[in-house]
């Protein structure tokens, strides 16, 4: 049997995410040819020294302008697919996703309170928003959960209606913030559309940290997340400390939807589609839906944005209503599904 570690699919996924990032990079107002992409980030690596024979323009858009913001849309979709995952495998629901549950409603709120209140002019800078978002995530996962425990279990219909009412909460308490910093406004209304209009590398160091954390922890709790597909008492049974091993997983997967979120918005879906495909392909072992979930994240929301930028420009669509509209048909399909027949 092939190893999960040596699957050849990672990377093939790999491979192609690398190709649509360098066709996401060279995209723009002034497009730059693929190739020529390459050759100038190849030439970025220090042990390599190439004829720098391109307009020296195309170095500058490429690398402070377009290269932070496909590489913070890579990470924002490597982090919602792989906290869905999670969250999928932890609650045994495969309609369980960071928005679903209300956890990114809830980043988003803490997220927005940071930006209104200009909390990121204290000694922490931008780095504020990622622990912002953070906290507002936690405080909506463990309500959430707490609300929609039936006698130590966590049925589906509870956990969708609990999540949705506290994403409701927090989503009218950040409109509230919305309306009451209104020097905020432009600002706050682009973060809640999903927008990466100001992304720069600065955003990508703040949410770097806490989104490896996150990969890191979650991958290596695979094995436990496995166990979690059958019941709580299995689990419990093959060695593996539940209470404490689910804390984990609901605090590294908070952790990483709050990453995603601090910066670039609420874009929704990419949690409950990417980690569904991916079963469907290779199966229910989270040693290879991990991370190819997080390489089908991150490559998914490239081709989102690519969407974005060409369908009407020059002007640009915020993302989240491109995921919304791939999303909303597929989590539909997924509902009808889930009358007839379990998915783990």
């Not at 906290?135 to 959960?145: E, I, P, S």
């Amino acid at each position: 049997m092939q190893s999960p570690t040596r699957d050849f699919w990672i990377p093939f996924a790999l491979l192609g995410v690398l190709v649509i990032a360098i066709i996401s990079v060279g995209l723009g107002s002034v497009p730059v040819p693929p190739l020529t992409v390459a050759r100038v980030l190849a030439a970025q690596l220090p042990f390599l020294n190439l004829p720098r024979d391109w307009q020296p323009a195309f170095e500058s858009i490429i690398v402070q302008i377009r290269l932070p913001r496909v590489l913070l849309i890579a990470l924002t979709g490597a982090s919602l697919a792989i906290s869905g995952a999670a969250y999928q495998g932890l609650f045994r629901n495969p309609l369980a996703d960071p928005y679903l549950i209300g956890v990114a409603a809830g980043a988003g709120l803490g997220a927005i309170s940071a930006i209104a209140f200009e909390w990121h002019r204290s000694p922490l800078g931008t780095a504020i928003i990622p622990f912002g978002a953070f906290a507002g995530a936690l405080m909506t996962v463990a309500l959430v959960y707490a609300l929609s425990r039936v006698n130590g279990h966590t049925p589906t219909t509870t956990l969708i209606l609990a999540g949705v009412a506290v994403g409701a909460l927090a989503t009218s308490l950040s409109t509230f913030i919305l309306v009451a910093q209104s020097n905020q406004a432009a600002r706050v209304l682009s973060f809640l559309l999903g927008g990466y209009g100001g992304a720069g590398w600065d955003a990508v160091i703040a949410i770097l940290p806490f989104a490896l954390i996150g990969f890191i922890v979650i991958r290596w709790h695979a094995r436990a997340l496995n166990a979690f597909v059958f019941d709580e008492e299995q689990a419990q049974q093959l060695g593996i400390d539940v209470p404490r091993t689910k804390i984990i997983l609901i605090v590294a997967a908070t952790l990483t939807t709050a990453a995603a979120v601090s910066f670039s918005g609420l874009i929704g879906f990419v949690g409950l589609i990417v980690p569904h495909v991916v079963r469907l392909l290779r199966g229910p072992d989270h040693r290879r839906v991990l991370p190819l979930a997080a390489l089908g994240g991150a490559g998914f929301l490239m081709l989102a944005d690519l969407f974005a930028r060409t369908i009407a420009a020059p002007q640009e669509l915020p993302l989240g209503i491109v995921t919304a509209f791939a999303g909303a048909p597929f989590f539909l399909h997924l509902l009808r599904r889930a009358k007839r027949a379990a998915f783990f």
